[in-house]
């Protein structure tokens, strides 16, 4: 057991691996940075802990932004609700909570918890429970191994809570959608408690570190090699696509940011057009009409020349970008977990076919 | 001190007194006679408490149902969330729950609570917290008092509760109408939780035995003399209209009833029409255009026959009825009152004039 610290000086690396590993979701990593690197600041450096090293009768709390990520970016949390939901969460638990956790990753998901970390003092987990961002609150790993979402608390910066106890996870989602917008559409949020003895089953190991890596590796690749190409090796993934956002549209809608972008190709995808569907993440890749990528595989949408992660809710005209497919978490593609995030449930009837096995416009 | 208690064959009046006091809303009388009569019949008479009786730390905790009555028609509470909502409050609440209360009068507000009574055998105060009912949460003599409305429980007939505290009652208003929407339009709360020594100024002291008397009286009258003047006679109030319903206009939004009601004239009301516009209960009566009586005084729709109270979700085409003004509660009446229930709130520019001194068509 080595005991690891997250430094202000290591948020930028951080913030950017974690909103490429978010897969268009979770949050501007602009923002996610700030935020974590005046909390450590002000309070010190977080401690990181591997799940293996944890006790099995660990209180483990994994917070994270709930709502529309277009919000987040005008209305990020001040850091008082943080205190306030982990209050309200404590007041029900009974036992202390001795842990904090990502649920998600992404440029604000992932860096919320080491904020919250900061500010308490809690150590933080080198995990998250998803290895990569999905829109609504069910599709996690906890729900695939039986851990509930509740008791769920939302809170918002006026001190205002919502602890919900619900029927099933896919109630927790209605609910704490409805409370969240109800909240400015942006919400802090504290769920799936996990004991010690769960993390192997509802979590991804090592997830803080991979995104340091992912960051640390595409920043060190700028000027020197292709940082786009440097991303793929870590992730493991492939290039889908290169060319120019020629169309973004998007709408905010019950909570969510949805959104269609068309892309033409450039150098050698120069003859096609690429349409990413996101509903916060992204959904669904098609080239010239052909499913290349889909849920629950990553679809990560990288600046071309600095392989800076183009989130989103930050798609504009005109930018030249790289569109990266990379394999999710295997637990994701079980039957379980196709049918809790696969391409059915977000309403396509293509089957799924993992990323590394579609045919592509190479046909590699 | 006398013990008294509510038996099932008391219900059909009561649950007719307080659809009366409901000013319209509150809920259907029938639906909240059967529940009532049911529960006691299972667990015994309810105990009936005076609010003088009750010690200065006795924890009273109000319930009601929350939502639209034109679906609380169609989905009337299982009974079970009655015991699902209180036991997630007594998980915040530190102490033992002593008395249980109503918040509002009512068909089913002011049966439910002697359903819970039934159900948990604890004792009921003989009092409400408005002495009719109000569309939103905020609307009760507890937020005149100071009191908050939290902590506050929803809940619904699948288990799922929801746990609110909010920076202010109208913000709980706001979170639990969204909840309550999302539990189908129609849920069971529990709030405005009271210490016994607040009793005095945060309730009205008599409503189960007023809306006894009430049902009794307009029942008595039938075949001897005026129901609509017997009723009138125990409110305090006065006739405003006699006519029938010519056309209503109605909408269920944000988890409201909204609508209006044209009424002509009949009798000595012959020549005129009567305009009722009402949010779950009836907020204004025009006459020929002018107003007669408005919020926070009672507008309460009668059967000229038989003075069956109509609830503003059972008002009909062709329905022969009376309509009743009657003076609310003094505390209503002040500054601080009007700014939370007067027609300002409302979105009404007229100034507020009680009932007892407005000009009606005869000028009385």
Not at 229 to 258: I, Q
Request: contains cysteine.
């Amino acid at each position: 057991m080595t005991v690891r610290q997250i430094t202000a000086d290591r948020m930028a690396d951080i913030a950017r691996g974690a909103a490429i590993l978010g897969a268009g979701g979770g949050g501007d990593p602009y923002i996610g940075r700030l935020l974590a690197e005046q909390a450590i600041l002000r309070h010190g450096p977080v401690t990181l802990v591997d799940i293996d090293d944890v006790a099995d009768d660990a209180v483990v709390v994994p917070v994270a932004m709930m709502g529309a990520p277009t919000v987040m970016v005008e209305k990020p949390p001040s850091g008082e609700e943080i205190h306030t939901a982990l209050r309200a969460l404590q007041e029900v638990l009974g036992r202390e909570i001795t842990h904090l956790a990502c649920i998600e990753a992404g440029g604000v998901n992932s860096t919320i918890p080491i904020v919250a970390a900061a500010e308490t003092g809690l150590p933080l987990l080198d995990a998250d429970g998803m290895g990569r961002a999905f829109p609504e609150l069910q599709m996690v790993l906890p729900t695939l191994a039986g851990v509930s979402t509740c008791p769920l608390v939302l809170a918002d910066e006026k001190g205002n809570t919502s602890l919900l106890r619900t029927a099933d996870n896919r109630y927790a989602e209605r609910f704490a959608r409805s409370i969240a917008v109800e909240m400015g559409c942006s919400a802090m949020t504290a769920q799936y408690i996990l004991r010690g003895s769960q993390l192997r089953d509802a979590l991804v190991p090592g997830t803080l570190t991979l995104v340091e890596r992912l960051g640390r590796t595409v920043r060190e690749a700028r000027g020197r090699r292709d940082p786009v190409a440097a991303a793929v090796g870590v992730l493991g993934g492939r290039l889908l696509f290169t060319g120019k956002v020629v169309d973004v549209v998007r709408r905010t809608s019950g909570g969510f940011a949805y959104g269609t972008a068309r892309l033409t190709g450039t150098g050698a995808y120069g003859d096609s057009a690429l349409e990413l569907e996101f509903q916060n993440e992204n959904l669904v890749a098609r080239l010239d009409g052909r499913v290349v990528a889909g849920v629950p595989d990553l679809i990560c949408v990288l600046e071309t020349d600095g392989g800076e992660p183009v989130t989103t809710e930050g798609l504009r005209y005109g930018f030249r970008v790289s569109v990266v497919g990379a394999p999710c978490d295997p637990r994701w593609r079980t039957a379980e977990g196709l049918a809790l995030a696969g391409p059915g449930y977000f309403g396509y009837d293509h089957d799924y076919v993992p990323v590394e096995l579609s045919a592509t416009r190479g046909g590699s």
